[in-house]
């Protein structure tokens, strides 16, 4: 009899685990009962679009700014900061629940023309960026997580890319290697002591030269005691064939064992499309699932790695057709309408798996 009673007990427990996992339905879901972030880049502008909205709240449980926090947009001229779209989107973000990451403090790119083109001296440019970092990362405070502080600043071979904050004039570090970023690094804790710092870059998923060079750095930055908390891989995957991927987790094993943290920060899959935009091979999004479902494997199964996130989130709204002059498209995991296609099951799969293993 007590028997009964009891084995009925285990079964009423058995039957509450499977239906409470069974509920997870959606990406988000999923990333909550793993313990994990999943998000995506956004436009403030797009919030009062429904559907885009509504997908983004229900799939997602982080957000990063996909241009808005960059100097060319937040900074339209040297004495004027412009956070308007920025405060949007962390009020978007608060009001679902969600976190934000930074994006970003230091890039070659999307910087304005008066600061590009105004003949600055190193000493001045180093003071504006100082000031910058300063000013950004104090506005977000206890707002923004995780800041991508420097972004991309190695070329393949993995020297380091000439720019305007490097050596065209620079900070006042010209020629010392990745001095102008341990810079960064170090102005930004003074700025929040309490946010993660980021590395991000691109064509660092397998180990290569590149994620060599980035290795190196942190490594390095480590060892000295220059603040940093994380890595960020950002995954444009431009090859369908991605044989990089076969060491996307032995990369991101030897960054988590320096006591990094590993995001996944702007993944996304562009396909071979015609003029109309139609994919050439309908065979290809079930290769892009694949190429997903490796992505978030070779995240998921490292503990280090916490937070998978792609840039965008729909087909309606990317970057990848402008950027490959109409040759590619199609890159997230969710169409034009909003509709979820493989990309997303496979995602869904392996967070789903990743939720299930303690
Ligand atoms: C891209 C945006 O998606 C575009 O809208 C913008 O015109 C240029 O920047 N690596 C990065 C991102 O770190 O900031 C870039 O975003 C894509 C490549």
């Not at 900070?171 to 960064?184: F, R």
């Not at 562009?270 to 003029?275: H, K, M, S, T």
């Not at 729909?314 to 590619?328: E, R, V």
Request: hydrophobic share 45%.
């Amino acid at each position: 009899m007590m028997r009964a009673t009891l084995s009925g007990v285990g079964v009423l427990v058995l039957l509450f685990a499977g239906g409470a996992v069974c509920a997870a339905q959606t990406l988000r879901e999923h990333a909550d009962r793993a313990g994990l972030l999943v998000g995506a880049a956004v436009e403030p502008r797009y919030f009062s679009e429904p559907e885009y909205a509504a997908t983004l709240a229900r799939e997602f449980n982080m957000l990063t700014a996909e241009n808005v926090l960059k100097w060319g947009a937040i900074r339209p001229s040297r004495a004027r900061f412009e956070f308007g779209p920025g405060d949007r989107l962390v009020a978007f973000a608060r009001k679902h629940r969600m976190k934000v990451r930074g994006h970003t403090l230091l890039w070659s790119e999307y910087n304005p023309r008066w600061l590009v083109e105004g003949g600055f001296t190193p000493a001045e440019m180093s003071a504006m960026l100082r000031e910058h970092i300063t000013r950004v990362m104090r506005h977000y405070r206890g707002k923004i997580f995780a800041w991508d502080v420097v972004n991309e600043v190695f070329l393949a071979d993995g020297s380091v890319e000439p720019s305007v904050w490097y050596d065209r004039p620079g900070i006042g570090l010209k020629g010392k290697g990745t001095a102008y970023v341990e810079q960064a690094f170090r102005w930004a804790r003074e700025a929040d002591p309490d946010v993660l710092l980021f590395y991000n870059d691109y064509d660092t998923e397998g180990i290569n030269p590149k994620s060599d060079a980035v290795y190196a750095m942190v490594k390095d930055f480590k060892r000295r005691g220059v603040p940093i908390d994380g890595v960020g891989i950002q995954a444009h995957i431009v090859d369908l064939e991605a044989k990089d991927l076969a060491t996307m987790e032995a990369n991101v094993a030897r960054l988590v064992a320096l006591g990094l943290q590993v995001h996944i920060t702007e993944m996304d899959v562009g396909l071979p499309v015609d003029a109309a935009g139609r994919p050439r091979d309908e065979a290809a999004l079930g290769r892009q699932a694949e190429i997903y479902r490796q992505v978030a494997e070779a995240c998921l199964r490292q503990k280090g790695c916490t937070a998978f996130q792609t840039w965008g989130f729909t087909d309606k709204y990317t970057w990848i057709p402008d950027f490959t002059k109409g040759a590619k498209g199609l890159p997230l995991p969710f169409d034009s309408r909003y509709a979820p296609k493989p990309a997303y099951e496979a995602l869904l799969e392996a967070f789903r798996r990743r939720a299930l293993t303690p």
